[in-house]
Structure formats: structure tokens, C-alpha cells
């Protein structure tokens, strides 16, 4: 009995196209686990993708996924790459024929598959059961976080409630939205005392309510971890992008005492990325937010502190100790530090997009809007990697997606594999010598001017949807003249702090910086906010990882 109070929302999904093929396996699935379980069937990969999305945002729980391999559309190792997005803990499990199992011996790494069952199961005591008991088993034993569901009500284009729904998702925290002009939300901000003036309110799963919340407030309340449960530390990550996960990874493993500090969510701009198809060990690919997830579980696995929504506005040198200071007034320290802030997206400056932003104007590809440009026409800035993946997602949900280049055409900036996949893409086009000139709308976005960069000349658009990913500042003003940076701000370390042969004046050391290390001695920087590094994700993580073996050299000889 406890075993199924436990279990009474955990959901055994089946997916098979063929109807009769769809039954039966959910009729043998109900005669053994329906007490326990809840047993939901689909007949396609999207309608079943469907389903766990919205059972991710009610906080339901999904402890196995049955899918065919043979579906129209999308085939079940496709879908089964997709629903690990959605539930990365859920067992999975590939229905194949004879013929097929080299695709599913091949989809052990593709999709991390736990089992594949040969069709017909009969009987399946035998040949079904006993494989779905052990997948169970492992389930319940993993962990799953059993978290409920956070709701959100709010206004569909208010920058703030957009805000809050993106820190949340990348975050990893289930919610579910409610549209303010719902009655569910006016039932909602009725129980909460509130008229809907002052937007979004956030009721966490205790119940409480949280109007227009901050970020660190937010965080606290949904259980993300805020406060460092020391002073003092070997080490502090500054950054939870690609080499600031590195880092903390490769810190903790090692047996530095360890603490990441993260402004926002970690993943960084490429825990925003729909797919990233060129990093080592991943031939088909892989959502930046999978693989931000699944480091930060590895982090925190080793033993790192994961603090989120802290913003630092300080570094300072205490003797041995380097302290970190926080916008709250409160200070962690730490024998060293890695400095791995990366970069955020530059502004747009043409006239109307400050006002317009979160309202159809967005920096980044903010995933949790893609599935709202259902049929529209959606506009990218921007003619790097990052424009290129968030071209490749969006197409799959828009009518069209344009892609606007200032540059005359896509090479200088863009991989191969990816300019040869939006060349392939029926719905994408790319206009070159293109740039925003003005975005128009009320209340959001409705149309934009775009002016030809070499004839000057002008054109209007309707648009509701525009992305901007237009270079990138590094985040280091915080830091000010504590550490020397080049003129755009990108921090200098190791060989470029000592191109004349001699290491800056304010060095005290006897020995020149180590190849990572900043003017300040222990102070270290990794990844994209270091001058002249790579901007690609492999190199951010290797700099984490080398930043760490330069840490503990500093200490050994400190």
C-alpha cells in the first residue's frame, strides 16, 4: 500500500502508431501495474512528447517510456532522444522487431536506452514483466524528485512573467502557467488576495504566494539551494556555464571543498541551446539543457554547492584568502577562484526593441516561448552557431523562420553542418546585408523595418517573434579594475599578461601567472570571459578542467 500511495500520480507511458499494437501493450501494462500506476498510451511521437510536457508542468512523475521503433514521422529512438529532455529519469524502453536490432543495439548510446523488447512480448510474465519490475525497481531507487508543481499566473506578454518562466525552466523547475485572463488564474489570484495589477504571481508548492517576485527570493522559495552552508572554501566557481560546470566537476571530484555561484540558471547561453550536434561523444547531438543538467548533476554527485540567483559584485584579496562578495552584502572566501562569468547576447539598439522586449523581442532562444510560435512567422538576428540551432528548433513549431545576416552570407560566422541543414529547411530562409532598423507593436511585437545594409533601402514585415543573438559582451563589470581586462572587458590571464616578458606591476610573485591565471595570484578565469579564447563549449569545459590543475598547483606551492 505504501508502495502505491508513492506511485498513485507516477505515470508508465506506451507509445505504438499501430492502434491495435497500442492497446494491447497498455492492457498488459494496466492488468499489472494499474493499481499502482497510471497508465498513459499515444499513437505518435508528438502527441506523446505532448502528453509529457504537460505532465512535467502538473509536477507528475514518469518512471518508464515504451515506444515503438517503427513510427511514421518520427521513428521511436527520435522520440525517446526528445521525452529524455522532458524526463531525464524516466527508465526507456524501444518495442523492436527482429530486423531492428541493430537500431536499438545503437540506441544504448544514442539515448542512454535501458532496454529493448523484441515484438510479440508473449507472454509477457515472461518477456515483459520481468524487465518492467527491474526497470521500476532501478526508478524508485533513483533520484526522481518528487517535486510539486509551482504555478505561475500572469500576463502572456509581460516581460516579467516571460522572465520568470525562462529562470524557472532552465532551472529545472516544474511549473505550471496560467494566462491571467483564464479563470483558472482569476480563481488563482483570487485565493491569493491579488487584482491581477501586479504580475506574475508565482504560489510555490506550499501554497505560498509570491507577488512579482525577484529571482533570489523565487529560488529560495521553490528549493533552490541560495545560501552557502560555509565561509570558507578551497575553491569558489564564479559561473555555471560550460567551464564554470567544468570546473566545479573536476574541483569536487578532486577533493577541493568546493562552491558554484550562478546569477541566474546554470547552462549558461548554451544551457539555451535547442541542439548542440558538434561536441565530442555526442554524434546525434544534444539539448543544451540535457547536458547542463546532467553536469550539474555530476557536480553536485562529487560534492559542489550549487548556489543559484546570487549575484557577486565583488572580489577582494584578504591576505591568503580571496573573498567573494554578493549584492546582498554577505561574503563567501575561499583559498582560490575560478572566474568562468561568460558572455551575455548584446543589445539590440534599434528603436522600439527595449520596449518590446520579453514581448516578442528575445535575447537568446528562450525555449519556453518556442512552442507559442506554433504556426507564425519568427525572425532571428544573427548569423553565428547559437542563431543557427535556435533557427533549426524554431523551425519545427513556425510557419517560417527568416534569418537576418548583416554579413553576406553565413560562412564567416556559421558551421558547415549546420548552414547545410538551414539550406535543407523548407521553412527557413536567410536574407543577407540585413539588419532591424525598428520593431513596432502596442503591447507586443507586430511588425519590423528592415533596412538593407547596402542600398539603405527599407522594408516593413509582420512579425510577432523576433530572436536576437547579435555577439556577446563578457559579464565582468563587477569585477572593475580588481583584475586587468582588454578594452572590451574580456579578462586577460597567462601568456597575455606578460607579453613584454614581465608580469604586471602590481604581481608580487616571483614566478610568472600560470596560463589561466589573472593579475590577482589564485585568481583564475576559464572559459568565454577570457580574452582571445575559443567561444565553443569542448574548449570551455577543457579550460574548466585545466583551471583546476592550476588551482591545485597554486596551493601546493602556497
Known amino acids: 500500500m505504501a508502495q502505491a500511495a508513492e506511485t498513485a500520480r507516477t505515470v508508465i507511458m506506451t507509445v505504438d502508431d499501430d492502434p491495435g499494437v497500442s492497446r494491447a501493450v497498455a492492457r498488459d501494462l494496466r492488468r499489472r501495474y494499474g493499481e499502482s500506476y497510471r497508465i498513459v498510451r499515444a499513437e505518435s511521437g508528438d502527441s506523446a512528447l505532448e502528453a509529457l510536457r504537460e505532465l512535467k508542468l502538473r509536477g507528475d512523475l514518469v518512471a518508464v517510456i515504451l515506444a515503438d521503433y517503427r513510427m511514421p514521422q518520427m521513428n521511436g529512438i527520435e522520440f525517446l532522444e526528445q521525452a529524455l529532455d522532458v524526463y531525464p529519469g524516466a527508465r526507456r524502453v524501444l518495442l523492436t522487431a527482429y530486423a531492428d536490432t541493430n537500431a536499438a543495439i545503437d540506441a544504448i548510446n544514442v539515448v542512454d536506452l535501458d532496454h529493448y523488447l523484441l515484438k510479440p512480448w508473449d507472454p509477457p510474465e515472461e518477456k515483459l514483466y520481468p524487465v518492467l519490475d527491474d526497470l521500476l525497481e532501478a526508478w524508485r531507487h533513483s533520484d526522481y524528485r518528487p517535486v510539486p508543481a509551482t504555478k505561475v499566473v500572469g500576463h502572456r506578454w509581460s516581460a516579467r512573467s516571460s522572465e520568470v518562466r525562462e529562470f524557472l525552466a532552465r532551472n529545472q523547475v516544474p511549473y505550471r502557467w496560467y494566462s491571467v485572463e483564464e479563470p483558472e488564474g482569476q480563481r488563482l489570484l483570487a485565493a491569493a ?103 550539474r548533476r555530476q557536480a553536485t554527485k562529487f560534492g559542489a554547492e550549487i548556489l543559484a540567483a546570487r549575484e557577486v559584485t565583488g572580489l577582494e584579496v584578504n ?45 537568446g532562444s528562450a525555449l519556453t516561448e518556442a512552442a507559442s510560435c506554433q504556426g507564425h512567422d519568427v525572425y532571428i538576428v544573427g548569423g553565428a552557431n547559437s542563431a543557427g540551432q535556435a533557427a533549426m528548433y524554431l523551425s519545427r513549431f513556425a510557419k517560417s523562420v527568416t534569418l537576418l545576416v548583416r554579413g553576406a552570407d553565413l560562412s564567416a560566422s556559421m558551421s558547415y553542418y549546420l548552414i547545410q541543414q538551414i539550406n535543407e529547411a523548407p521553412n ?85 601567472p600560470y596560463h589561466l591565471e589573472t593579475s590577482i595570484p589564485g585568481v583564475f578565469v576559464a572559459g568565454d570571459a577570457r580574452a582571445e579564447s575559443a567561444k565553443r563549449v569542448a574548449s570551455a569545459v577543457g579550460e574548466g578542467a585545466m583551471a583546476v590543475m592550476l588551482v591545485h598547483r597554486y596551493l601546493e606551492q602556497s
Open 193 to 295: 488576495g491579488q487584482d491581477g495589477q501586479r504580475l506574475p504571481l508565482v504560489i510555490t508548492p506550499d501554497g505560498t504566494p509570491l507577488v512579482e517576485p525577484e529571482a533570489p527570493e523565487l529560488a529560495a522559495r521553490v528549493g533552490l539551494a541560495t545560501t552557502p552552508t560555509a565561509d570558507f572554501y578551497d575553491l569558489v566557481v564564479i559561473g555555471g556555464g560550460p567551464a564554470g560546470l567544468g570546473a566545479a566537476v573536476y574541483g569536487a571530484s578532486e577533493g577541493l571543498r568546493t562552491v558554484l555561484v550562478e546569477r541566474s540558471a546554470t547552462g549558461g547561453q548554451a544551457g539555451q541551446s535547442s541542439r548542440i550536434e558538434n561536441y565530442l561523444g555526442f554524434p546525434d547531438g544534444v539539448s543544451g539543457a540535457q547536458l547542463t543538467d546532467r553536469a
Open 319 to 363: 591576505g591568503a584568502a580571496r573573498v567573494v562578495r554578493f549584492a546582498d552584502g554577505s561574503a563567501v572566501a575561499a583559498h582560490s577562484v575560478i572566474l568562468a562569468t561568460g558572455v551575455q547576447y548584446r543589445q539590440l539598439e534599434a528603436e522600439g526593441c527595449i520596449d518590446l522586449t520579453g514581448c516578442g523581442v528575445f535575447y
Open 428 to 512: 527557413i530562409s536567410v536574407r543577407s546585408q540585413t539588419v532591424v532598423a525598428a520593431a513596432h507593436g502596442a503591447e507586443r511585437l507586430e511588425r519590423l523595418t528592415l533596412r538593407h545594409v547596402a542600398s539603405g533601402e527599407r522594408e516593413q514585415v509582420d512579425a510577432q517573434w523576433m530572436f536576437v543573438f547579435i555577439g556577446a559582451a563578457p559579464l565582468t563589470d563587477w569585477l572593475g579594475d580588481t583584475v586587468l581586462r582588454d578594452k572590451r572587458g574580456f579578462i586577460l590571464a597567462g601568456p597575455d599578461l606578460t607579453a613584454d616578458g614581465r608580469p604586471p606591476t602590481s604581481w608580487e610573485l616571483d614566478r610568472p
